[in-house]
């Protein structure tokens, strides 16, 4: 039988929410011979990326591993580990990704308190801080530290103090900033923190890293239930990545390979390099698209370094524009989406796709799709 010829697709941009382009290093790790998930090897391979995923998480937390699947596993992870049905939870949303939280942990159970900000804009404070002190019962609150659909940066620091004050779980979604801007795992205490392979850190996407401080830990080992999710039961996947390697499910091994190279990658650049390189990319894309006369609609001190929501000049339809930019360029970007669908397009400079070359390929080839 005639074998079946490889699929090659035209090699494009990844300028978009993500994925974010990967670099060769990362897929010839891929493509490296699969091992057995309990092989001696591999099993050193994972201790090596568990380190290498501490650091990148700043957290000495022993519960550390990354969790087959994308973004949303890491979410249900969280979610189904910590939560357990009754319980109280109060979920802030600033955009799609915050209410998807509330939709898991209503799954899950929960009465779920939801404290929402205006699209484009951060959660406001006090407006969380009460929520808090009205719900002493609530066990946890979640919130999206870096939110894709708008684009908006949701400072940590005095929520944590906040919600450990009250004596109650802090759950973040880091999966859109997790190796473009600091996670302040350790310092602030984060709890329970998932990420996404596919966006900053440069991996293609089907893994979800996912860090528990020991606090969040004692709460999953004292449930009076079973985890709703045999496939997400932290109780039993923390024994895989233990020295005693209890089988639980057959590691993705070779997408574990290709996330300890891309994890390499970052421990070469240094945590602080990586998120100044983003920083400074943004800052150039947003001045870039601010001389060209464009409106970027969240406030330069919340706005995200690894992606802009940009707002369509009257008249220009983003399904044409987007069409055009592929097409004439090559140039991967994001639809808005939620409240910002059909009125922002989303620019991502993630992982190896945030460099200054790139930043002036989409200023030209936006300023001649426009004109
Ligand atoms: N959370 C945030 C902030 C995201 O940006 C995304 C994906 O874009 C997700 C969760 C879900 O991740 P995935 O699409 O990888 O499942």
Redesign the pocket.
């Given at each position: 039988m005639e074998s079946r010829r490889p699929r090659r697709t035209r090699e494009k941009l990844l300028l978009g929410?993500?994925p974010s382009p990967v670099e060769g290093r990362v897929l010839r790790a891929l493509a490296e011979p699969t091992l057995g998930h309990l092989d001696g090897d591999f099993v050193a391979l994972m201790d090596e990326t568990q380190e290498l995923l501490r650091k990148t998480f700043q957290t000495s937390n022993a519960l550390t591993v990354t969790m087959p699947?994308?973004?949303?596993?890491g979410?249900e992870a969280a979610c189904v580990n910590v939560i357990e049905r009754g319980d109280t939870v109060i979920i802030g949303d600033q955009g799609v990704?915050g209410q998807?939280m509330q939709d898991v942990a209503e799954r899950c159970g929960a009465t779920v308190i939801k404290v929402s900000a205006p699209f484009g804009k951060t959660l406001p404070e006090e407006t969380l801080f009460e929520a808090i002190d009205s719900h002493p019962e609530a066990k946890l609150v979640g919130l999206?530290q870096?939110?894709?659909?708008t684009g908006v940066l949701q400072n940590l620091d005095a929520i944590a103090a906040k919600v450990h004050e009250a004596g109650m779980l802090l759950l973040v979604?880091a999966?859109?900033s997790l190796g473009g801007m600091e996670v302040p795992v350790d310092r602030l205490g984060l709890d329970i923190v998932y990420s996404?392979s596919?966006?900053c850190l440069g991996c293609p996407?089907g893994l979800?890293p996912l860090t528990l401080s020991s606090r969040a830990v004692e709460v999953v080992r004292s449930r009076k239930t079973k985890v709703q999710s045999w496939y997400l039961d932290l109780t039993m996947i923390m024994r895989y990545w233990e020295q005693e390697r209890f089988y639980h499910h057959t590691a993705p091994v070779n997408m574990l390979y290709a996330f300890n190279e891309a994890l390499r990658i970052v421990d070469e650049e240094g945590l602080e390099s990586r998120w100044a390189r983003h920083r400074r990319n943004a800052e150039a894309l947003w001045a870039g698209l601010e001389a060209m006369g464009l409106t970027l609609p969240v406030a330069k001190e919340d706005r995200l370094p690894s992606l802009t929501c940009l707002a369509l000049p009257e008249g220009i339809d983003d399904g044409r524009l987007r069409r055009e930019l592929m097409e004439r360029h090559a140039i991967e970007v994001g639809s808005g989406l939620g409240e910002f669908r059909g009125r922002v397009i989303r620019v991502g400079l993630m992982g190896s796709g945030s460099t200054a070359n790139n930043v002036l390929l989409f200023l030209s080839a936006l300023a001649a799709t426009l004109r």
């Open positions: 929410p993500g699947g994308t973004g949303s596993a979410m990704f998807r999206v870096a939110e894709t659909s979604d999966v859109t996404g596919q966006k996407p979800a």
